[in-house]
């Protein structure tokens, strides 16, 4: 089978500044695809380009086999779209906005009726209907924005950092629906911040200064050699006072990062020191009770070592 | 796939969001009220002439005399800097339809016998017509026209002439004889509170969208550039000509207001002007990021239409820059239009041209808007 989006090595200039820098990857259907990177790096500029409405500098893509630098009239028929900012008109009600969303699709009468009925029964909407959208709180409003991007039944779905601002009860509902669309075959397109959000996904793509550098299963990222530079250990080192002992790591030449995860520190060092140095060096702060073992690097661990890497080799 | 069938319907979207934007209208009472009733208010409160300095007021002469006594008459009146002779009639005829059509605002007829009824001691009668609907002409040019008379029939008298007043000036004062400010500044305020309203309400409605984001959304919709301005204009044009129409009943039965022309070109030729302002609108919306930016720009074009359209002031007064300046302003062709039909009952033949004007500011205002959005991608 065909993969649902393709994107061919996408270049996207705004006059010297280069905001996507040949991107290539494939999105199967059904498939959950996150894709990640800081504000800014391009991946809002992605998801324009492959509705078709900016067009490549070079390199191309396609949705569904239309080509995004030709069809993004029929393109835009087949995909949904969904902001961080949601789209919705405030002053309307949930059914207005159902309506209106439905009709700029085409949508009328009869198809239009069942389509909403069957948005507002997956999302839940029910006893909403009739208030206006604007006070709907944040999570519903989502459930909204989600039901007026797929009233039209799109085959794809590009979702903008959808859970932003959402309390964690109402961000697993969400996602809760996603995977119960992509069980009927909608491909989801989602781009977040939140690590756990990522852990989701079938596969993530990594976004850094506008360049795709990872790419892959969250397993397979994990286990890039890149997130784990030959020569070096992860560990996770727990003691009493793990602030104090923050500063006394960073300031260690063999430590490459350390970061705080709850009570325990992540660290990246020279598989050189050894596990009994590092206990060493911690003593004299009071941290002698500390345990120390290997671990594998989290997504973010992986995310946070590529994303310097790069910094430093582009310096 | 053919090209019409895939680049889609290049209205797409313009009835969803035309009844969409009919929702918002009737959700925001207090946006309506004010859009409706502030105009109107203004309108009302409005009771007051504006009087200004009035020089060379154009003037078209018939000089039926031809004699040195009519030449030195006319020269006086040339003289005065009040009238600017430009242009000469050939009959009666001429002198009204210059009138009527606006191309002069006042008319000056020395009679055949007037120099031979100075010779035989008689009385000798100019007759002076002027555009009432103008009422801070009308008064200006009744005086200075006096004072011109009397001077010359002093001068005739002290050398020596027979009779009480040798020359005696008979004013006709057309379209507004009773020289009431309400008719000249009510046509002209139609101009200025329709495009008040709808260039702010147009341009409103898009700037909003796109703080809200709503826009970023539409673009990845099937709405086109297009069908979103139609469904932006429709709304508001409507809302426009409701307007229009209230302010004209209020005319005519508040300030009595006779509507000489007819009402039915008048409703005719004021939809260029609608299309012209609904134009303006949208192109200040593809150019305001914010809502305080589009109300600043929308005040930018208002404020010279109060004073550079011949609303408040004569544009034959006005430095040549500022002329220029009124002759880019469609409030300068509505208000012609306005007056034109309601004052002086002029018809197609004297307004067609101001009319194709507008009709050609309004079709490139939307044009230009068109393109912008297209090349924004409606963001």
Redesign the interface.
């Known amino acids: 089978m065909p993969p649902v989006i393709t994107a061919e090595h996408l270049t996207i200039r705004f006059g010297n500044f280069t905001a996507v820098d040949n991107v290539s990857f494939t999105v199967d259907r059904g498939e959950v695809f996150g894709f990640l990177g800081p504000n800014g790096s391009g991946k809002t500029t992605i998801i324009?380009a492959l509705?078709g409405?900016?067009k490549p500098s070079s390199g191309t893509g396609s949705i569904l086999g239309m080509d995004i630098r030709?069809?993004s009239?029929?393109i835009?028929?087949h995909?949904g779209?969904m902001?961080q900012?949601?789209?919705?008109?405030?002053?309307?009600t949930v059914v207005?906005n159902l309506?209106?969303?439905g009709?700029?699709?085409?949508l009328d009468g009869a198809t239009l009726d069942r389509r909403k009925k069957e948005v507002v029964e997956l999302t839940s909407l029910q006893p909403y209907l009739d208030r206006?959208s604007g006070r709907l709180s944040g999570g519903w409003k989502q459930r909204l924005a989600l039901a007026c991007a797929i009233i039209h039944s799109p085959e794809v779905v590009?979702l903008d950092e959808p859970t932003a601002g959402i309390d964690p009860v109402a961000r697993r509902a969400l996602w809760d629906l996603l995977f119960r669309l992509s069980g009927e075959g909608v491909t989801f397109f989602v781009t977040t911040h939140y690590m756990d959000e990522a852990e989701r996904c079938g596969r993530v793509g990594y976004i850094y200064l506008s360049k795709l550098i990872a790419l892959g299963t969250v397993d397979e990222l994990k286990q890039l050699p890149a997130a784990n530079p030959a020569g070096t250990e992860r560990m996770e080192l727990e003691c009493p006072n793990a602030s104090a002992a923050l500063v006394v790591v960073r300031n260690l030449s063999y430590v490459r990062e350390a970061t705080i995860f709850g009570r325990a520190i992540h660290l990246l060092v020279d598989q050189s020191a050894g596990h009994d140095r590092l206990l060493r060096d911690l003593s004299p702060c009071g941290c002698g009770e500390a345990s120390i073992r290997s671990v594998r690097p989290s997504l973010e661990d992986v995310f946070v070592t590529l994303t310097r890497q790069e910094a430093a080799a582009t310096r | 796939?053919t090209l019409a069938k895939?680049?889609?319907n290049p209205f797409?979207?313009a009835?969803?969001?035309c009844?969409?934007e009919f929702?918002?209208i009737s959700?925001?009472p207090a946006t309506l009220f004010f859009a409706l009733f502030l105009p109107i208010m203004q309108l009302l409160l409005f009771g007051f002439a504006i009087d200004t300095n009035i020089r060379q007021i154009p003037t078209i002469v018939l000089d039926e005399a031809r004699t040195q006594e009519s030449a030195r008459l006319l020269d006086m009146f040339a003289n005065s800097d009040a009238f600017h002779m430009n242009t000469v009639a050939q009959s009666d005829g001429d002198l009204r339809k210059a009138i009527v059509s606006g191309k002069a605002k006042a008319g000056i007829k020395i009679p055949a016998d007037f120099s031979r009824r100075l010779q035989n001691g008689q009385q000798a009668t100019v007759l002076l017509l002027i555009d009432g609907s103008d009422s801070t002409v009308t008064s200006y040019a009744v005086n200075v026209s006096n004072g011109i008379l009397l001077q010359e029939s002093l001068r005739r008298l002290a050398g020596g002439a027979a009779g009480a007043m040798p020359i005696e000036v008979r004013h006709t004062v057309l379209f507004n004889p009773s020289t009431r400010s309400a008719n000249f500044f009510v046509p002209g305020m139609i101009a200025i509170v329709l495009q008040a309203m709808i260039i702010m309400l147009v341009a409103f409605s898009i700037v909003r969208e796109r703080e809200?984001?709503?826009l970023?959304?539409?673009?990845?919709?099937?709405?086109k550039p297009l069908g979103l301005m139609v469904g932006k204009m429709t709304p508001y044009g409507l809302l426009g000509f409701l307007e229009l129409c209230t302010i004209l009943t209020l005319m005519r039965v508040v300030f009595r207001v006779p509507i000489q022309g007819s009402l039915i070109l008048l409703l005719l030729f004021s939809l260029p002007f609608l299309l012209t302002i609904l134009g303006v609108g949208l192109l200040i919306s593809t150019k305001a990021k914010t809502q305080t930016e589009a109300f600043q720009m929308a005040m930018g074009t208002l404020l010279p239409s109060v004073f550079l359209s011949g609303y408040m002031f004569l544009i034959e007064n006005m430095p040549l820059v500022f002329r220029w300046i009124s002759h880019v302003m469609p409030a300068t062709y509505f208000i012609a239009i306005l007056r034109g039909i309601i004052l002086r009952g002029a018809g197609i033949g004297d307004l067609w041209l101001d009319a194709l004007v507008l009709l050609g500011m309004g079709t490139a205002a939307i044009l230009l808007a068109a393109l912008q959005f297209v090349r924004s991608?409606a963001q």
Not at chain 1, 85 to 92: A, M, S, T, V
Not at chain 1, 103 to 106: D, I, K, L, N, R
Request: hydrophobic share 30%; charged share 30%; aromatic share 14%.
């Open positions: 324009k509705c409405l900016l030709k069809e009239t029929a835009k028929q995909v779209y902001s900012k949601f789209g919705l008109y405030e002053d309307l207005e309506d209106f969303y009709g700029v699709y085409g206006r590009f | 796939m895939r680049r889609g797409s979207g009835w969803p969001v009844r969409k929702t918002h959700r925001d809200k984001g709503t970023e959304q539409l673009a990845l919709t099937p709405v991608g």
